[in-house]
């Protein structure tokens, strides 16, 4: 047998094969020239991608065209150095954590600009009652490439609105040629990635007298004839499916792309599911030789149905099932409505069974609530821009782009009179209207001029922006029936609910680019954006962002010629850039003073309710890098590095002021507080081996970043629940108590003191003690409180990923590795799964203490009923549960298979295949709860675990 292989070695690869790599020169070639002449979007316009003098990372639609996600979001998680996308919740709908070189602010927005065909679209949650990711309305089927901006001299055109990054995207347009027609279709099951390991009802029972007969009280945990899995019974296996059918071609001097999608996806979580309809058409058409038209429409509808996520709602769904008493059913044929429900008096509460009280906190049956209750949110949206340019010499052209993304969000709520949130009010049903438009006009003047080596492409814009946003929500409670729950109806509720809001707010903007390159060898690039935004004061709200690039091609240079064999390309970039954050909290006229409406005895009145400040403005950052573009062996090997400093002044933060003023919450809000980011970044793209049966290409991405806080107001730290900001730290890192062990001589807990003595919570008497380990069983010296300290930085310090995709004859197969490490997170679940109130626990709290002849394992301590303040710690982040955040996640495995033309032919089809798919396939960390992405500021709080996805599908192309 004959092979001819062609292997490229990077680090423990090897050359082998050389006929085949002589053999293959001649099409490395066309690639090489192909490569270099690749034209990248760069906002206002496309560059070449040998002239790009900033950190820009392309990532193209081909690239991602076989992955079944709902939203491209997700496709992007990896892709690109620096970019952290990240799903902290299992909840359909959720929007992302999106972040682009760190995190930038103190309380503002760190979301990304995102730029549709042209147009910034609205980011986050569009609103309602479930959650609502305004990225999932771009359909991933309809998207070319994605261009991620994110140094200074590339995001400084986008001014105000680019302080955390730009991701430019651009979607699929027709091309000369007869029509192609495709259809692409996924089905698939979602399954709960990781179940907590609950007590089942044996232990149970035991660990709850226990509870109880350690503090003197009677046992409360009786009768084994159930041993009920709460969590099945709220999680579930989930369907989900997805359909696309899109067309495209040219006729004469035209050419369009229409798409039409549907999704329909079940939550791994009852009442959770979402359905999306979209469709859109790309049409361009010259005019005569020198006027071009154009239109991008893209209408989506969607429709989710969600439910109460919050972290210590008594009916949120995970903070309920962990918590629920495995010796007691969920439905009871006798009961309310055939649930396991008792009725206390004008309460209900889950039904107790044999036990001798109900459940702690009087919890609802939580699987009534996911069955009865409503959080519909059904959102109309459309993104479209229609454009018109004029050559009006082969140098100079002028385009005007309109553009709309206008969303309607109509919700309804609706809680249960007879169990869960609506017991106290009786019922409750409401209806809310969400409006949000925004219009956008761009004016671009394009010269593009050429002479004795020297370019020029000279960009001026004109661009303004408009957006609206208004809502009324009307509805009641003490409702007639409940019946009534599809709908706000009159005269159904006795207590009326209503409220209403507007809000707007404009910029215009002014920018001028210059980019220059002499000889394909010196680049050079300068940019000037003036922006006048209405969110600020008419003194403040104008400010002036430049940047500017350069960039040497080496490669390009006489003297390298000798290298070119081994070295096709290599070039030396650096970049300074300065832009802003316009997003700061405070809403649209922060600079104004707020009053609210107040009584004042039977007087209606208004009251002082926020102080204004004329001269907050946006946050700015200024943003230094350089970098390296590197390419080997005819461009088979690709390597970029950058080093990149963020510095993030003006950040909008509460000042302090003396309650003797009358500010309300005796704060402000004002421009003061600094934080750097800095960093390095690397990618690898490599075709590693490549014959006509057989390719494989492995590429990855390295980030190493560092978070510092450097200013504050007054330099006074800033301390919430579980984290601190504290100047010289990371934002958000975690303070709280450090804990020691358990004192094996009585079971109580043991914590560190700043001087680092030690300190015992005395379960007998509610006190802290001193703990002498000579003399473990004395509890009669009195001591403080264990101080608080800081416990770790909550953000990771590296993350990256591999992606290896592979093919062999018909075969193709691809995974994607991401990873991620060196943060902390406090696990509030696991902390609450030790509780020492009357419900269920986790496993780990068979490990307590129970006598000297029995420690357990150390770490436990004794149990104490309705303890669990001196037995798990106080209300803070406590080092007995803060873990390692470290983790690799195989996140995406698929196999597929190509069927030969030769085979589909005689069916009239130009290609077909068929694929499997795992997604969120395998996790590998030490971390102990549902994942460590599950995180919000280092905080694992009851979040809807996330789902593994398999699914099948085909690609069928006519």
């Known amino acids: 047998m004959n092979v001819n292989l062609k292997v490229l070695g990077v680090g423990a690869l090897f050359f082998i094969g050389g006929t085949a790599m002589l053999t293959a020169q001649k099409r490395d070639t066309a690639t090489k020239t192909r490569d270099i002449d690749e034209v990248v979007v760069v906002g206002y316009g496309t560059q070449k991608k040998s002239e790009v003098t900033g950190?820009?990372?392309?990532?193209?639609?081909?690239?991602?065209?076989?992955?079944?996600?709902?939203?491209?979001?997700?496709?992007?998680?990896?892709r690109a150095s620096g970019v952290q996308v990240t799903q902290n919740s299992g909840l359909l709908g959720q929007a992302p954590r999106f972040r682009i070189r760190g995190v930038n602010s103190i309380n503002s927005s760190t979301y990304p600009l995102v730029v549709v065909d042209?147009?910034?679209?609205?980011?986050?949650?569009?609103?309602?009652?479930?959650?609502?990711?305004?990225?999932?309305?771009?359909?991933?089927?309809?998207?070319?490439?994605?261009?991620?901006?994110?140094?200074?001299?590339?995001?400084?055109?986008?001014g105000s609105r680019a302080a955390n990054g730009v991701v430019l995207i651009t979607t699929k347009k027709g091309k000369q040629g007869r029509t192609t027609f495709n259809y692409n279709t996924y089905l698939g099951v979602a399954e709960t990635a990781k179940y907590f390991d609950l007590l089942k009802t044996a232990d149970f029972i035991t660990i709850n007298n226990e509870k109880r007969t350690n503090r003197g009280q009677a046992a409360v945990a009786f009768g084994d004839a159930y041993d009920t899995n709460w969590q099945k019974a709220v999680l579930r296996s989930a369907a989900q499916m997805d359909h696309n059918f899109n067309f495209s071609g040219g006729l004469g001097k035209g050419s369009y792309y229409a798409s039409f999608g549907y999704t329909k996806q079940e939550g791994i979580i009852r009442a959770n599911d979402l359905e999306r309809f979209s469709a859109r058409l790309n049409a361009d058409q010259k005019v005569g030789e020198r006027?071009?038209?154009?239109?991008?429409?893209?209408?989506?509808?969607?429709?989710?149905?969600?439910l109460n996520v919050g972290e210590?709602?008594?009916?949120?769904?995970?903070?309920?099932?962990?918590?629920?008493?495995?010796?007691?059913?969920?439905?009871d044929p006798s009961g309310p409505y055939g649930y396991n429900i008792d009725v206390v008096g004008s309460n209900t509460i889950v039904g107790r069974a044999e036990n001798a009280e109900h459940i702690a906190n009087n919890l609802p049956n939580i699987r009534f609530v996911l069955d009865n209750n409503i959080y519909r949110s059904a959102t109309s949206r459309i993104i479209g821009s229609g454009y018109g340019e004029y050559k009006f010499f082969d140098w100079l052209s002028l385009r005007s782009q309109v553009s709309v993304d206008r969303n309607e969000t109509l919700g309804l709520l609706f809680w249960h009179p007879f169990h869960g949130d609506g017991v106290s009010t009786?019922?409750?049903?409401?209806?809310?209207?969400?409006?949000?438009?925004?219009?956008?006009?761009?004016n671009v003047l394009t010269v593009n001029k050429s002479f004795g080596g020297h370019n020029f492409v000279l960009t001026g814009v004109n661009e303004y922006q408009q957006t609206d946003r208004n809502g009324f929500m009307g509805g009641g409670t003490n409702l007639a029936d409940a019946f009534f729950k599809s709908n706000v109806f009159t005269g159904t509720y006795s207590t009326p609910l209503s409220f209403g809001y507007r809000t707007a707010n404009s910029i215009v903007s002014y920018l001028g680019r210059l980019n220059y390159d002499f000889g394909k060898r010196y680049f050079i690039s300068a940019s000037l954006r003036k922006d006048i935004m209405s969110k600020f004061a008419p003194e403040v709200r104008s400010e002036v962002f430049p940047g500017v690039s350069a960039g040497w091609t080496v490669s390009n240079e006489n003297f390298f010629e000798g290298a070119k064999s081994v070295v096709s390309d290599?070039?030396?970039?650096?970049s300074w850039g300065r832009t802003g954050n316009f997003n700061v909290f405070g809403g649209d006229f922060p600079y104004y003073g707020a009053f609210s409406p107040r009584k004042y005895g039977d007087y209606n009145g208004l009251a002082f309710a926020r102080m204004g400040n004329p001269l907050l403005t946006w946050e700015v950052l200024e943003k230094s890098n350089v970098g390296l573009d590197l390419s080997l062996l005819r461009n088979r090997i690709k390597f970029t590095v950058d080093y990149y400093i963020n510095d993030a002044n003006r950040l909008v933060d509460r000042v302090q002021t003396p309650a003797s003023l009358g500010v309300p919450d005796n704060r402000y809000i004002s421009n003061i507080g600094n934080i750097r980011n800095r960093g390095w970044e690397f990618?690898?793209?490599?075709?590693?081996?490549?014959?006509?049966?057989?390719?494989?290409?492995?590429?990855?991405?390295?980030?190493?970043?560092?978070?510092?806080?450097?200013?504050?107001?007054?330099?006074a730290d800033q301390i919430s629940t579980y984290n601190i900001i504290r100047e010289g730290l990371p934002i958000n890192s975690l303070y709280g108590v450090r804990y020691w062990g358990v004192n094996m001589a009585n079971g109580?807990?043991?914590?560190?003191?700043?001087?680092?003595?030690?300190?015992?919570?005395?379960?007998?008497?509610?006190?802290?003690?001193?703990?002498d380990p000579a003399n473990p069983s004395n509890v009669t010296q009195a001591a403080t409180a264990p101080d608080l300290t800081v416990l770790g930085n909550t953000l990771p310090t590296y993350f990256g990923a591999f992606n290896v995709n592979m093919k062999y004859k018909g075969f193709d197969f691809g995974t994607l590795i991401r990873f991620s490490g060196g943060n902390k997170i406090m696990n509030v679940t696991r902390k609450e799964m030790l509780s020492q109130n009357f419900n269920n626990n986790s496993a780990e709290i068979l490990g307590r203490w129970q006598s000297v002849d029995n420690p357990g394992d150390g770490w436990t301590p004794r149990l104490w009923a309705a303890g669990d303040p001196i037995v798990n710690g106080p209300t803070v982040a406590n080092s007995r549960f803060v873990e390692k955040g470290d983790f690799v996640k195989f996140d995406n495995i698929t196999l597929g298979y190509n069927f030969s033309k030769d085979t589909i032919s005689a069916i009239g089809l130009k290609s077909l295949r068929v694929f499997a798919q795992a997604q969120n396939a395998i996790i590998i960390t030490k971390y102990t709860g549902a994942d460590p992405e599950l995180e919000i500021a280092g905080v694992d709080y009851n979040v809807v675990p996330r789902s593994r996805v398999f699914s099948v599908g085909l690609n069928v192309g006519f």
């Open 55 to 78: 950190a820009i990372t392309q990532v193209k639609g081909d690239d991602l065209k076989n992955l079944v996600t709902p939203s491209f979001d997700q496709q992007l998680s990896g």
């Open 291 to 306: 006027f071009k038209v154009g239109l991008n429409l893209g209408v989506t509808r969607t429709i989710t149905n969600g």
């Open 426 to 442: 009786n019922g409750r049903v409401q209806n809310n209207t969400d409006i949000s438009q925004t219009y956008n006009w761009q």
């Open 118 to 158: 042209g147009l910034p679209i609205n980011t986050g949650d569009l609103g309602g009652y479930a959650a609502n990711n305004a990225l999932a309305d771009i359909n991933p089927n309809d998207i070319e490439s994605m261009e991620v901006l994110k140094d200074g001299a590339a995001t400084a055109i986008y």
């Open 683 to 715: 990618s690898l793209d490599s075709e590693v081996v490549r014959t006509d049966n057989f390719s494989l290409n492995i590429s990855a991405n390295l980030t190493l970043n560092n978070n510092e806080v450097l200013e504050l107001a007054n330099g």
């Open 312 to 331: 210590s709602s008594l009916s949120g769904a995970m903070f309920n099932v962990i918590r629920q008493l495995p010796n007691t059913p969920v439905f």
């Open 748 to 771: 109580n807990p043991v914590y560190y003191k700043n001087d680092g003595t030690l300190v015992q919570a005395n379960l007998a008497t509610n006190r802290y003690v001193v703990y």
């Open 570 to 574: 290599f070039k030396l970039r650096g």
